[in-house]
T-cell receptor, first 114, second 115 residues
């Protein structure tokens, strides 16, 4: 499988717990993005990396959220002290820097906070 | 601030009809990019097209065509002779031409093609 891979696909957690999602991008893509999507809405940009550098963060990314891409390959998105409002689909996408905006998305990780 | 408006929440047509999905955008940038993405029932977003703000030529790809008009800040998407497989949520998106790389998506239009 050469597409963008995300896991876990589903996560149910209790409020206050920490969760971590992982994304494995397409191997030759140097840009990696995280988006959040809630029901009936379009994806909302959270952050992106070029190689291992985090170049942009949305104001939506509160200090409870942290993302890393330590070796410029896979990335993790951690949410600390989850709140019910964090319930959403977290989407990862990757792209080539020379083709901005042409994103290849994964299937997403659905978070439910009880 | 950038904004993308897709006023049509849901459209339902019978197979083989033509259908147009509307997209209106707002930006202060002189250079920007516009996109359409498709999200089928399986959930994975699929890139369809990118246009830059300097290129107002319409584009056709098979049954799909796109009409970009800067004068009305619109980037509409037409499917000719629709098929059941076209059923999906379609998103229009906008990206700044300089600096910021994140896409601003509209809320999407749910297209239902009935057999």
């Amino acid at each position: 499988d050469t597409g963008v891979s995300q896991n876990p696909r589903h996560k149910i957690t209790k409020r206050g717990q920490n969760v971590t999602f992982r994304c494995d991008p397409i191997s030759e893509h140097n840009r990696l993005y995280w988006y959040r999507q809630t029901l009936g809405q379009g994806p909302e940009f959270l952050t992106y990396f070029q190689n291992e550098a985090q170049l942009e963060k949305s104001r939506l990314l509160s200090d409870r959220f942290s993302a890393e891409r330590p070796k410029g390959s896979f990335s993790t998105l951690e949410i600390q002290r989850t709140e019910q409002g964090d319930s959403a689909m977290y989407l990862c996408a990757s792209s080539l820097a020379r083709r901005p905006g042409e994103l290849f998305f994964g299937e997403g990780s659905r978070l439910t906070v009880l | 601030a950038q904004k993308v408006t897709q006023a049509q929440t849901e459209i339902s047509v019978v197979e083989k009809e033509d259908v147009t999905l509307d997209c209106v955008y707002e930006t202060r940038d002189t250079t920007y990019y516009l996109f359409w993405y498709k999200q089928p029932p399986s959930g994975e977003l699929v890139f369809l097209i990118r246009r830059n703000s300097f290129d107002e030529q319409n584009e056709i790809s098979g049954r799909y065509s796109w009409n970009f008009q800067k004068s009305t800040s619109s980037f509409n998407f037409t499917i000719t002779a629709s098929q059941v497989v076209d059923s999906a949520v379609y998103f229009c998106a906008l990206r700044s031409g300089g600096g910021a790389d994140g896409l601003t998506f509209g809320k999407g239009t749910h297209l239902i093609i009935q057999p």
